[in-house]
């Protein structure tokens, strides 16, 4: 840790300067690079095969070993700068000879076969191969052989000693997703897979009974529990939630089916570990628990699992796509960020932007087509100027410094930089963030969101079937909820629910339950003795505490919320969307919004049980669109305020209204992007504009960028910014003169 957060350390001192990566590894950008003052450059490499092409195999036949190409690559890297490091992306994949010869160990699917009837995804991942099955004892003991070789050779190289740390990357997209994701080609039918949720179970349950009794079935054995079928993982599409009455083999099995992904990366981050002594930092993306709408078949709903790893010291993952439009869109979060802090684990945000230069770039691919490029902008959020991509690399900047995570700079294909404006300003950031260690970082939130992994294993089946036109269901407002957040000009923390107990509780004014819609008695128990009280305001979004393990109990919601909540089963589905109320826009004008829209807000999409406030001691801030039920209510207690909400997708003033009425600083209330901590401030204009930036005590500003000083003794101060413009500031407490 440094100065409040998790930091990299080089020699016994804090490192910041970004590293940079790239898939076209030629010494023209990692010199270019290195004259934007990097020294820290990653190139891949595996220790078997890289099904992406992104490296040659290394381990071509069973007796022969082929390391040319890191060697290569390590090189061109190093003579970039005489203080050259390296951090080596390792991909694991068994060869082909190897999966031919060990068919037992490889993945199956729902059809008994070993190879996928249609791609992943079209151009990125071939139908026509096996892969192994990561909880298959041959294929990762023979992995791990296969890995430690290949670090033993780096370490060994005469480049070894530059050698600063390691990523391992795996399965889809080198990310460690499931391959059988987003597509309804389900995977996890070996024999191996299935022995290992035998005993998954076991550690869970213990007994023969234990199990019976939580799968209401006096059949089920440890012994001989099976895969769900895919029937059964399907479930019934048209309601939000499946009956762990009946359905908890399915819940069972998409909580252990991610906590089959986190395994294998601790299990591989060991091998590196004991390989270099523990001398070097290992990890590897994953944990995209938002941005992946926290669905189970992507495997990446076991982040505690890593958090909690004496293996794993980072964990990576690029930005979110989501809303990352400059100016109209922000820098959104791919999973709870404070817990990473809480657990001493480093986030690094892997930043993949694309500059101006996108178009230019891929026209040198002959394959790609103008109609390609186009997509590709607008998900990438391709800007049009050398000025436009300098704001949004600026704005990922702000976000990285002041949620106290490491940057990359991840030149995709090669060449986003190759102008000397753009390598000016990515200079001008390593900079800052290499300063900005010398500074506290830590969190200036006062509104705390909380989510919770396990919750999710009781949603839906949330990949598209036939008919299915709203597969993410609830989960969508996972990402959907933050531009709200975002842009209310109050910044705030997001946890998981089971790092509640190590939460520095009096820095919290408001409390969010965003998806706990499972808890079980302890986590309820410490909510009821150490959350509700001090003031706080605790926001309760659709069904809070609905389930506890194979119970669903809807008295218990309103127990938790301490509203009388009506949940309505059965029937129709609705859209979680609210209106305001006459009294609802009184108390946003009392507290300083007496302008929001009167449009509806919430998910738009049929995805909900309708549950409804029906308490009379409630104020009644918000009705449902299309009923006269209450889905926005609020509730005063003597030592805490509880707010019930039928959707976390609400417009930025309510938030703003949230943070006042409860005591929480609010820097800004123009709508714009904002992320702060005790030391920056950044914001990215959503408008063109005056901004006036509220300081929560009198402070000196300056610069973030050049350090240059701005304001002395400011409570607020002003700026002008053009629609899309990124600020970042940096400001510390003014000290009166002696």
Known sequence: MQLGRPTFFLNGEPYAKPLFATYAPLPKYYSEMAGAGLELFNFQTNCGEDPY????????????????QIDERAQAAVQASPNAMLFPRIYIEAPKWWRDAHPEALETLDFGGQTYQEGFAPGV?????????????????????AL?????????????????????????????????????????????MEKAFQHW??????????????????????????????????????????????????????LFYSWTVADTIDYFAGVIKKATNRGKVVGAFYNYFYEFNANPEFGHNAGG?????????????????????????????????????LHQKLWFHDNDLASFLFPKIMKQFPSVTEEDIRHHMEVLAVTKTAQESLWQFQRAAGFTVCEGIYESYFDLHGGYYDTPRLLKGLGDIAAMLERAKTHDRSSRAQILVVADETSAAYGRFQIETQGDAYPNGLNKALMAHQPGLIRCGAPFDSVYLDDLPLVNWPQYRVVVFLNTYHMTDEARSFIDGQVKKEGRTLVWCYAPGLFNGNRREPDAMSRLAGLNLQFQDGGQLVAPVSVLTDEGKSWMAKWGEP?????????DEPVANLIGVNDPSAMALGMHKESPETTLAMREFPE??????????????FWRAIARQANAHVFLDTGDALYANKSYIAINAADAGEKRIALPEPS????????????????????????GETALYRYEPAHAPE
């Open 53 to 68: 092409g992104h490296s040659l195999a290394t381990w071509p036949e069973p007796d022969k070993w082929d390391f040319s």
């Open 125 to 145: 991942l071939a139908a026509d191969r096996t892969y192994g099955c990561i909880m298959s004892p041959e294929w990762r003991e023979a992995m791990a052989s």
């Open 148 to 192: 430690e070789k290949t670090v033993g050779h780096m370490m060994s190289s005469e480049w070894g000693s530059r050698i600063f740390g390691f990523e391992i990357a795996g399965l889809a997209t080198e990310e460690w997703y499931h391959w059988s994701c987003n597509q309804v080609q389900l995977s996890g039918y070996s024999p191996a």
């Open 201 to 254: 179970l076991s550690n869970k349950y213990g007994t023969d009974d234990a199990l019976r009794a939580a799968w209401n079935d006096p059949s089920a054995s440890l012994a001989s529990a099976r895969i769900p079928s895919k029937e059964a993982r399907l479930g019934n599409r048209t309601k939000p939630f499946r009956d762990p009455a009946i359905e908890m083999p399915a819940i069972d099995f998409y």
């Open 305 to 341: 699992t890593l958090l909690r790893s004496s293996n794993i010291d980072f964990i990576c993952a690029p930005p979110s796509y989501y809303e990352r439009q400059l100016g109209s869109g922000v820098e959104c979060y791919r999973r709870p960020f404070l817990s990473a802090t």
């Open 595 to 603: 302008n929001m829209p009167e449009t509806p807000f919430g998910q």
């Open 640 to 653: 805490w305020r509880s707010v019930y909400t039928i959707s976390s997708v609400m417009p930025p003033a």
């Open 700 to 723: 000196n500003v300056y610069d973030a960028l050049d350090d240059a000083p701005l304001y002395q003794n400011a409570t607020s101060f002003e700026v002008s910014l053009m629609r």
